[in-house]
């Protein structure tokens, strides 16, 4: 595999890199060079004759602009990888190739049209956030999605750092509590969901609250919805967002949750 991915440099790769800089013109400087790029194939991604490229000028981890070394993955929706990166730039990554399934094969190499891509940043899921696809602006909240051979995203990737959040209740409704240590915080989103494993801002979660950090760095929030009733199953993330309402650090998930036991 390693070998495929060098012999791929030596041409066609910078090939790639030479149409790409002739139709497209890149309002940023200092992106990885042709070679650098290749070098960054992981094993496990297989290239095939068709790609998208896909980078970042401002990506995140913890907080934090992603640091030199830190590695950039991405993923169909069937969990094979199709692209990796090594940054070289903090907070910089790309161009990184996301290669498509080749049909021509009985194995699935990547991804194909209409695949809505996933990324992760050392391993660490990370949320996305699409600047332009093919050098024009696209609106907030717009999917990255394998388009074709050749289509140039850019696309900031921002993992956020785990923020401590205890949950309590003792007869009274369900009380949140954390400390707020990042000062590049400006609010703190509250997002409740009624099923596990739901993430913020995707379906079936709700905010409920929006706070501002307190003076006094501990911060609470009790939600009324759970006085007096034993019943509901409500799960709880607090997500705290800079000033640019981009995620600095998310909470783990915590619940409140009631089941009967059945005597033997």
Known sequence: MIFRA???????????????????????SGLSSPLAACSAQADGVTPTNAWVDIYSTASTLDGQPVPVGAVIAVFDPQGVQCGEFTVTKSGWYGLMPCYGDDPHTAIDEGAVSGDVLSF?????????????????????????????HGTLWQVDLHVAAVLPVSIAQTGAPVTLGWRH?????????????????????????????????????????????????????????????DAAEQPVTTSQEVGRFTFNITPP
């Open 6 to 28: 060098q012999g791929l440099c030596s041409g066609r790769a910078l090939l790639r890199w030479v149409t790409l800089l002739l139709s497209v013109s890149l309002a940023v």
């Open 120 to 148: 992760a940043i050392n391993g660490r899921a990370a949320l996305t956030e699409a600047i332009s696809k093919n050098g024009a602006s696209v609106p907030p909240g717009t999917a990255v999605a394998w388009l074709g």
């Open 181 to 241: 240590e990042l000062p590049q915080i400006a609010t703190y989103e509250v997002w409740r969901s009624s099923e596990p494993y739901i993430a913020p801002g995707t379906p079936g979660a709700t905010r409920r609250a929006t706070l501002a950090p307190d003076a006094g760095n501990e911060m609470t929030w009790s939600d009324p919805d759970t006085a007096g009733d034993p019943v509901t199953h409500y799960y709880y993330h607090v997500r705290g967002m």
